[in-house]
Nanobody, 126 residues
Framework: QVQLVESGGGSVQAGGSLRLSCAAS????????MAWFRQAPGKGREFVAA????????NYADSLKSRFTIFRDRINNTVYLQMNNLKPADTAVYSC???????????????????WGQGTQVAVTS
């Protein structure tokens, strides 16, 4: 079993930055791609970013690529999401997820992820 715990969310003014963390425990996640998704009130889950198992490749939602960066610390079994120039439209619960396939490059599909964290709330005020 894998446990994923997000942290780093909070309330920030538009234009500000936050760095989200996703700490994995239970076993190493270094052989699996990981991703961030978000869900705004009243909306479905939306892909944000993914990173390959070895960190060599990343994948972003087109509208977020210029402001968000995903990276991972393989020593500490943690994945991060750096979010800059935040907008009110970024308000959502952000969740990290572990890809079910080892040595994967990262996918935008929720179906590819079989472990999820509880999420961390991000609120951006104007």
């Amino acid at each position: 079993q894998v446990q994923l715990v997000e942290s780093g969310g909070g309330s920030v003014q538009a234009g500000g930055s936050l760095r989200l963390s996703c700490a994995a425990s239970g076993r190493t996640v270094n052989n699996n791609a990981m991703a961030w998704f978000r869900q705004a009130p009243g909306k479905g889950r939306e892909f944000v970013a993914a990173i390959s198992w070895n960190g060599a490749s990343t994948n972003y939602a087109d509208s977020l690529k210029s402001r968000f960066t995903i990276f991972r610390d393989r020593i500490n079994n943690t994945v991060y999401l750096q979010m800059n120039n935040l907008k009110p439209a970024d308000t959502a619960v952000y969740s990290c997820a572990l890809n079910r396939r080892p040595y994967s490059s990262g996918s935008r599909s929720v179906l590819e992820y079989n472990y999820w964290g509880q999420g961390t709330q991000v609120a951006v005020t104007s």
